[in-house]
């Protein structure tokens, strides 16, 4: 179940989604992922936060099997799957075609289909995507992700351009998604209410590394104004650097 992308295959639990030992991305010589070591387990949601620029999406590249230039071990399951900010659709294929993209076999539409249908957007299959909204544009992209039927879902900043409102839609599709799938997600993210309303734990990159991580032992579905809640996002943002009044009130 595992791919090696740089160094041995070692015994690994089938409890594990992801082995990370000793990861060092380098740029020009500046190492912006380095020695890093990290652990994910099956079916866990993990919420990745950091300040930009701290390697938050070079590591996500790097599980994807985007980016090889790499030293260290990396162990990560065959059947992963990505979504970025940007939906990423070919504007010459119709929104079914886009979901197939890059499958072997030349799977039928029906697949397609049903990958649409779980995320909403069944009657948009033969769609242009010109003529998608930004939120079921994204959705479309949520659905070439899942019709690969992932043990690992990658997703980076894939809210990021969305309205307050279709965000919050967005969050939650995945979120019922992930509780029907089961497959281990990691999401990269800058904000820190996300990543506590979807996260089971929660991770800080800092100096190419994992700099500090919890759990988010909170009930679902969850609250903003909780005491939990405000309690673990004072503590996320005092690691990421930030004064808690200074930080913005986003409707996440």
């Known amino acids: 179940m595992a ?3 740089h160094g041995p295959v070692s015994a690994r639990s089938h409890d594990t989604a992801v082995r990370v030992e000793g ?3 380098s740029f020009d010589g500046r190492a912006v992922v380095d020695g890093l070591d ?3 387990r099956a079916g866990e949601f993990t919420a990745l936060l950091g300040r930009s620029g701290c390697g938050k999406s070079t590591l996500l590249r790097v599980l994807a099997g985007l980016d090889r230039d790499i030293t260290g071990t990396v162990l ?6 990505v979504a970025f900010q940007a939906p990423r659709l070919m504007p010459w294929k119709r929104v079914w075609r886009n979901v197939l993209l890059g499958l072997p076999d030349k799977p039928e539409r029906a697949v ?3 990958a649409l249908e779980e995320v909403g957007l069944g009657e948009r299959a033969g769609a242009w995507p010109k003529t998608l909204s930004g939120g079921e544009a994204q959705r479309a992209s949520l659905a070439r992700a ?5 043990d690992l ?4 900043e894939p809210f990021g351009a969305l309205d307050a409102l279709t965000r919050i839609k967005a969050q939650q599709l995945v979120a019922e998604l992930w509780q029907r799938r089961g497959c281990a997600v990691l999401l990269v993210t800058h ?7 979807l996260a089971d734990r929660a991770l800080v990159m800092r100096d190419g590394g994992i700099a500090y991580e919890t759990p988010v032992d909170l009930d679902r579905p969850r609250t903003v104004g909780s005491p939990e809640f405000a309690a673990l996002r004072s503590r996320l943002l005092t690691e990421l650097g930030v004064e808690e009044d200074a930080a913005p009130a986003e409707a996440a």
């Open 146 to 150: 899942l019709v690969r039927e992932p």
């Open 23 to 25: 990861l060092t991305r």
């Open 112 to 114: 397609a289909e049903r």
């Open 38 to 40: 990290l652990t994910l």
């Open 76 to 81: 990560v399951p065959k059947r992963r799957a």
């Open 191 to 197: 904000d820190v209410d996300e990543a506590l309303l």
């Open 3 to 5: 791919t090696d992308l």
């Open 153 to 156: 879902l990658l997703l980076d």
